[in-house]
């Protein structure tokens, strides 16, 4: 049978989609993870946003589009949150959430809706292992932090970590097939809360993998000079960090049930600069959260640019039902629209100045892809870059020739 595992989430939910494209392969079906005619599709579905889950539900007519006859089972955030937007589609056979993923390959026969209580404990029967460029390892699921935006905690349910030997064994195979791997989780900043232990004490487990590696989004309460001394000692570690923001007004950010301060924020990139002096600081910042005045918006403006990101992921509030902040009395769509569009402006300049301090200087790259005639890949600081020449799944020493849109034109040295 053609089996497509489609995502429509983040890279924890890329990785639960590619550990059950391993499974069924290994079942002998042909497994896809594009959307291409099959004869049953496996959706596992985003909730972060209004507008991600309403992608989700537009995914089930897609995939209708390309064979009217093919089943459809959905899993994932989305599910979760409501199984009856998915369960009166055409061709829907199946509806699960976020509980025994691993399963999911046993259980495509089953019809109806059931939606498992979310588990207390690190569900271990995920492993991935596709092989890939850049491949993903997933450590840890759910959140503690109660954000008054985010319904991920009501989806994904507690923080709950996997055992530091089972990351590493996965992480050991991986490096002979991969040459970049991503620690990703829901929260990679509460690893090992709740298994005494602590990301650092992980991340000091993998100093002997010989593989470029990344970490996913980390919160501020995180940084601390154990953690970052233990990246330090990683054979290729990628110093890129992912620093979730929000907003740049202390005011918004109490609101928003972020547990620190502009200043806090600004003296862990300090920390993280001192051990990585060109790292790349990168973030997520939403704009429109409906206690956020012009002059708090003006602030996080300001505060932006005293930080300098290298990239940033910029999104209008998005109201979640069941949320603290869904309570709250929503700003105009146009005044959300013009926040959003001008820190746009400020990230695309930040990032192109952040590429331009790269000029004549050397990346190492990790190429992937052909794009407009260049060979495409991303540096250890994910700054996408075009070479000329070379071969895609290979690390190449580059020199930055200039900056343009925020991409490095790069020669091979």
Do not use: W
Request: aromatic letters at 8%; a neutral charge.
């Amino acid at each position: 049978m053609k089996i497509v595992v489609y995502n429509l989430g983040c890279k924890v939910n890329k990785y639960e989609c590619d550990s059950l494209l391993k499974t069924l392969a290994e079942r002998g079906h042909e497994v896809s993870e594009d959307l291409v005619c099959a004869d049953l599709y496996i959706l596992n579905t985003c909730a972060v946003t209004n507008e991600a889950e309403r992608k989700s539900r537009q995914c089930v007519s897609r995939c209708l589009k390309l064979n009217p006859d093919a089943k459809i089972v959905v899993c994932g955030c989305a599910s979760q949150n409501d199984p009856t937007q998915f369960s009166s589609k055409g061709n829907v056979t199946f509806v699960t959430g976020n509980a025994q993923k691993g399963k999911l390959a046993d259980r495509l026969q089953e019809s109806g809706i059931l939606v498992e209580p979310l588990p207390r404990e690190y569900e271990d029967d995920l492993s991935a292992e596709v092989v890939r460029t850049r491949s993903y390892v997933k450590v840890q699921d759910g959140c503690d932090n109660y954000c008054s935006y985010c319904l991920i905690p009501y989806v994904r349910g507690r923080s709950r970590s996997r055992s530091v030997e089972s990351v590493v064994e996965e992480c050991k195979n991986l490096q002979r097939k991969s040459k970049e791997i991503t620690i990703t989780g829901i929260d990679i900043s509460s690893y090992g809360k709740n298994i005494d232990s602590d990301l650092a004490t992980l991340i000091c487990a993998l100093s002997d993998i010989d593989c470029r590696i990344r970490l996913g989004s980390l919160e501020v309460s995180v940084i601390d000079d154990k953690l970052l001394a233990a990246l330090k000692n990683l054979k290729k570690f990628c110093p890129q960090f992912h620093l979730s923001l929000q907003s740049g007004e202390d005011g918004v950010l109490k609101k928003m049930n972020r547990h620190y301060t502009t200043q806090k924020y600004l003296q862990k990139v300090e920390l993280i600069r001192k051990y990585f002096p060109d790292c790349a600081i990168t973030t997520d910042l939403i704009c429109g959260f409906p206690t956020e005045s012009e002059e708090s918006f003006e602030s996080t403006l300001e505060f932006i640019e005293r930080v300098g990101f290298a990239q940033m992921h910029v999104f209008g509030y998005s109201p979640r039902a069941g949320t603290v902040a869904s309570r709250y009395k929503l700003l105009p769509p146009d005044v959300v629209k013009d926040r959003v569009n001008g820190a746009i402006k400020v990230a695309e300049k930040q990032r192109q100045e952040y590429v331009e301090s790269f000029v004549g200087k050397t990346l190492q790259v990790l190429t992937e892809d052909t794009e407009q005639g260049y060979m495409s890949g991303y540096s250890t600081q994910y700054i996408k870059c075009y070479i000329e020449g070379g071969e895609s799944d290979t690390l190449y020493d580059v020199t930055v020739e200039k900056a343009q849109d925020g991409i490095a034109y790069c020669k091979i040295k």
